[in-house]
């Protein structure tokens, strides 16, 4: 019928999902649904600054409804996606009260990022937290202020020193980002707070398995970031892969004997990500295939093979080796919503050609680098640049007023003002350790009674 809404379904509210649907706030006759597991648009680089205090998790997670309250046809879910049927054109979603939902649609966008790869070892996700959301910037705070806490109370030297000793796996931009702030943390803004600790002695140890710290730039600007992190007291290793790891540290593969066992209560996991699953279930429904880190192989307009109504954007595709950044998951949600309007007029699709605006990485206080086409920038320009893209990026006016009243309060003065650890966080595993001790308790009871 000629006056029914052409249904687009998008999936993900992150930078693909976001810019997807404001490309199609001026559409005529569409109606839009976006779906998320979440109720936010996350800006996924600040989160170092949630994991360290400097930013509040509002400030760079603003609510999806607010975001788009002025979209009137569009209308929001929250779900974790968990099928896509292709030949019948529906998404099922599901939540953790209420029924499953099955979703209809005409054209389909599918924005569901990545997610953090151990490489096979799972199991290291227990002991050294990634940083892909809002919970675990939350979990990494509490971890990292709660480590200066319990070392303050620590009356056994190993024990304080594993305390004070931070680990974190793989020197990407995540990696540098949170080395650089945990040593500004220890030497710079809680020196002055605590009595039994000097926490100037806190080691911030830093593993990359590659040559190079922030390899993606290379040459003199990853030379210049080791040698920025190293100013900050930052241990930088390369060419150390890290082989297990536990509760008290993590071991490694390192000739130097000294760094084969490492021990760390607080360790961070930058290494690896991968493609969201829902990139594997497309891939298996349509016969597109799917690389090493499980990214789905799209067409060059970011269609599926054989479905040109379905998209596939952002980190969990790829197509003309891409780089996973935030700039083409946003170029691309505008392109696939372009795309949807053309066919919806009768139009052909067309190719989808990525405007690189360069890239940029902080290393600490006025210390970033940045690369736009040929110019190479670090040092306090850099850093000029960096506070300006993420200024100009970030979601929503108060949350930028809001952002510069916290960068002002940490960069110019010395203060984290966002470091609130629960009591469900602090307390919360030591009654975890008492209900088990309880329960083997019981175990034991009983059976010296049977
Ligand atoms: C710590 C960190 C720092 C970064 N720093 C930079 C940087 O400095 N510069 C840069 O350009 N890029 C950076 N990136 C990368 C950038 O954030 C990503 O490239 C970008 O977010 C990708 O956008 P996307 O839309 O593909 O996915 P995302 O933004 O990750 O959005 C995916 C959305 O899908 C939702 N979702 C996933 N699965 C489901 C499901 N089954 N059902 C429902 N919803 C689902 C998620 O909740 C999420 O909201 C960084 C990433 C991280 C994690």
Redesign the pocket.
Known sequence: MADQPHRIVI???????LFATTALKYARNVQVTI????TS??F??L??QVATGVLSQGEIAPPTREVLRRHKHVAIQV????DIDLENRTVT?EAPFGPDLVTPYDSLIV????TQSYFGHDEFAVHAPG???IDDALELRARIFGAFEFAERETDPDVRARWLTFVIVGAG??GVEMAGQIAELAHRVLPEQFVNIDTRTARVILLEGGDEVLPSFGGKLSTYAREELERLNVEVHTGVFVTDVDAEGVETNSDDLALRRIGAKTKVWAAGVEA???AALLAAKSGAEVDRAGRIKVEPDCSLPGHPNVFA????MTLQDLP??????MQQ?VHAARMIRRAIAGKGSRPFYYLDLG???TIGRYRAIASVGPIKLNGVPGWGVWFGVHLVFMTGFRNRASALAHWGVSFIGRERSERTITLQQAIGPMAARRAALYERQADLDEQSSA
């Open positions: 999936i993900g509210s992150g930078f693909g999902g779906i998320d597991r979440t648009h996350l996924q680089p989160l170092y779900g974790e996606v968990t979603s924005a569901a990022g990545a940083l892909k959301t931009a995540t969201s699953p829902l954007i952002g980190d969990m996973g950044v935030a700039e083409v998951a949600g890239s940029v990485a």
